[in-house]
Nanobody
Framework: QVQLVESGGGLVQPGGSLTLSCVGS????????VGWFRQAPGKERERVSC????????TYADSVKGRFTISRDNARNAVDLQMNNLKPEDTARYYC?????????????????WGQGTQVTVSS
C-alpha cells in the first residue's frame, strides 16, 4: 500500500524554524514530482512548494519564497521542507503529495498520492 507520511510539525514562535519531512513507502520518491501543500481553517488548500522528479527543479509560492526550501533526501526516500522565519500566517495543516510525473506539477489535482498531513502552528 502506497503511503506518504509527514512529520516535523509542531508549535513554534514567530521567527522560528521547522523542518517537515515526507517519507514514502512502496513508491520511490525520486521518480515522482513531490509537492507540499497547506490548508488553514476556512481556507482553500494551497500549493507551497514542489520539486520535480527529473532535475530537482523547485518552485515556491510567493508567500514563502526566501523562507522555505524544498529538498530531496534519496537515502531516506524523503522530501523535506525547511521552513525559516515562520509567521503566524504560515499556520496550517501541511500535506505532501506525489505525482507520477518527472516534471514540476503545479495543479494539486494532478497529484496521485497524499499524506495525512502534519500541523504547523506559529504563535507566541
Amino acid at each position: 500500500q502506497v503511503q506518504l507520511v509527514e512529520s516535523g510539525g509542531g508549535l513554534v514562535q514567530p521567527g522560528g524554524s521547522l523542518t517537515l519531512s515526507c517519507v514514502g513507502s512502496v513508491l520511490t520518491l525520486d521518480y515522482y514530482a513531490v509537492g507540499w501543500f497547506r490548508q488553514a481553517p476556512g481556507k482553500e488548500r494551497e500549493r507551497v512548494s514542489c520539486i520535480s522528479g527529473a532535475t530537482g527543479a523547485a518552485t515556491y509560492a510567493d508567500s514563502v519564497k526566501g523562507r522555505f526550501t524544498i529538498s530531496r533526501d534519496n537515502a531516506r526516500n524523503a522530501v523535506d521542507l525547511q521552513m525559516n522565519n515562520l509567521k503566524p500566517e504560515d499556520t496550517a495543516r501541511y500535506y505532501c503529495a506525489a505525482a507520477a510525473r518527472p516534471v514540476l506539477v503545479y495543479d494539486q489535482y494532478e497529484y496521485n498520492y497524499w499524506g495525512q498531513g502534519t500541523q504547523v502552528t506559529v504563535s507566541s
